[in-house]
T-cell receptor, first 113, second 114 residues
Framework: AQTVTQSQPEMSVQEAETVTLSCTYD???????LFWYKQPPSRQMILVIR??????QNATENRFSVNFQKAAKSFSLKISDSQLGDTAMYFCAFMKPGYALNFGKGTSLLVTP | GAGVSQTPSNKVTEKGKYVELRCDPI?????LYWYRQSLGQGPEFLIY????????DSGLPNDRFFAVRPEGSVSTLKIQRTERGDSAVYLC????????????FGQGTRLTVV
């Protein structure tokens, strides 16, 4: 079974600053996908960014980027130029193709003015 | 519809009662997932449908939980003899399945068992 660990229950960052959320995972698979999801108080999970394990290049989506270290089984999320609307729970998730997402426990991010 | 729709948004029920939670996936999505999210936790996998059949139900906690998707679209999660420990947000997600792996989530049903 795969496990996903998010070691930071809560994080805080000032508006316009940069913050990095940590995620590690454990798997014996070679082909898989990694995701970061955002969950605001509305409860709806929103995909922020995804990474295919076979790609060496780190994924980037506007202000969001990842640092994917396959050998270390690490998948951190960097949020640049933080905005108040980024305040939410962030979940790291692992998925084998054809299987369901496996989530970590989440990191609560607060962006302060 | 435009997104995954879950009804009801909130449900309060008495211990021992039976409840049904509904999920309307995005049209054309063949894969459908149910997750349970307890307070302060990440979503936990319950069951995964590919079309009408349950491809993986290994996450269902016990035989009080059951889910169906008779026509390969709408799915219903059924909980019998509810217990206070069943209180959680139940999330549904759908995707095209196959190589297109992005799952789109609904806003969940908050179930409270009193």
């Amino acid at each position: 079974a795969q496990t996903v660990t998010q070691s930071q229950p809560e994080m805080s960052v000032q508006e316009a600053e940069t913050v990095t959320l940590s995620c590690t995972y454990d798997t014996s698979e070679n082909n898989y996908y990694l995701f970061w999801y955002k969950q605001p108080p509305s409860r709806q999970m929103i995909l922020v960014i995804r990474q295919e394990a076979y790609k060496q290049q780190n994924a980037t989506e506007n202000r969001f980027s990842v640092n994917f270290q396959k050998a270390a089984k690490s998948f951190s999320l960097k949020i640049s130029d933080s905005q108040l609307g980024d305040t939410a729970m962030y979940f790291c998730a692992f998925m084998k193709p054809g299987y369901a997402l496996n989530f970590g426990k989440g990191t609560s991010l607060l962006v302060t003015p | 519809g435009a997104g995954v729709s879950q009804t009801p948004s909130n449900k309060v029920t008495e211990k021992g009662k039976y409840v049904e939670l509904r999920c309307d996936p995005i049209s054309g999505h063949t894969a459908l997932y149910w997750y349970r999210q307890s307070l302060g936790q990440g979503p936990e996998f319950l069951i995964y449908f590919q079309g009408t059949g349950a491809a993986d139900d290994s996450g269902l906690p016990n035989d009080r939980f059951f889910a169906v998707r008779p026509e390969g679209s709408v799915s219903t999660l059924k909980i019998q003899r509810t217990e206070r420990g069943d209180s959680a947000v139940y999330l549904c997600a759908s995707s095209f399945g196959g190589r297109d792996t992005e799952a789109f989530f609904g806003q969940g049903t908050r179930l409270t068992v009193v």
